[in-house]
């Protein structure tokens, strides 16, 4: 099977489902050409960028760092980066957090800027590091649960432009990636603040 050939995507999944995470992401990379992994290194982030290193530690992970993380997420990431040998890509926003105070400021969810500044912070770098690496296989830590949209994907889904989704950890909960850090010895650090969706069940739409 490659990403050359037609996927059924619902028997895909079916048979997905019974693997355990570092199976799908041998999988996954077995079909690749180029595969990325994303991340914000939000809470249980750890999970996914172990597993993934694990399997293949050249792996490209991008980071679209918004400027508006906490302390505590800098130095969560440095020490995934550090402990986990991570590739990692960064991509900021053209625009500067100081120059974006005096010009935009930080608009609640409410405000119409606010999609001037999602796609300033996070669309816009998103975007770019895509166009620049254009992955075939692209895998995230999303997972059921979370928002109504994440609910109505599973484990291997197709993003607009054809890339495929992989979320290993797709039907795990809290608790099970809990287990999974502690076994792995991954830390996790839940003082994380997106400016982009505020509260945790929104989207901010790059995965939409």
Not at 127 to 153: C, E, Y
Not at 160 to 183: A, I, Q, R
Request: charged fraction near 25%; charge should be neutral; proline fraction near 5%.
């Amino acid at each position: 099977m490659s990403l050359d050939t037609e996927l059924d995507l619902e028997k895909l999944n079916k048979d997905l489902g019974k693997l355990s995470p570092k199976k799908i992401i041998e999988w996954a990379l077995s079909i690749a050409k180029k595969a990325v992994v994303t991340t914000n290194f939000r809470p249980y982030e750890g999970a996914i960028l172990q597993a993934v290193s694990s399997v293949k530690n050249d792996v490209e992970v991008i980071w679209c760092d918004t400027g508006y993380n906490t302390p505590q997420t800098y130095k969560h990431a440095e020490t995934l980066i550090d402990s986990l040998g991570l590739n990692i890509q960064l991509y900021v926003p053209k625009q500067t957090v100081a120059y974006r105070n005096v010009t935009l400021g930080l608009p609640s969810i409410d405000d119409p800027k606010h999609v001037l500044f999602t796609e300033q912070v996070k669309l816009e770098p998103f975007k770019r590091a895509m166009k620049i690496h254009k992955p075939d296989v692209w895998f995230t830590n999303l997972r059921k649960g979370q928002t109504a949209f994440r609910d109505s994907i599973d484990i291997v889904s197709k993003s607009n432009d054809g890339t495929l989704k992989v979320s290993p950890f797709y039907n795990w909960s809290d608790e099970d990636l809990d287990g999974y850090l502690v076994e792995n010895k991954i830390p996790n650090e839940f003082k994380y603040f997106d400016p982009t969706k505020v509260e945790s069940n929104r989207e901010c739409g790059l995965h939409i």
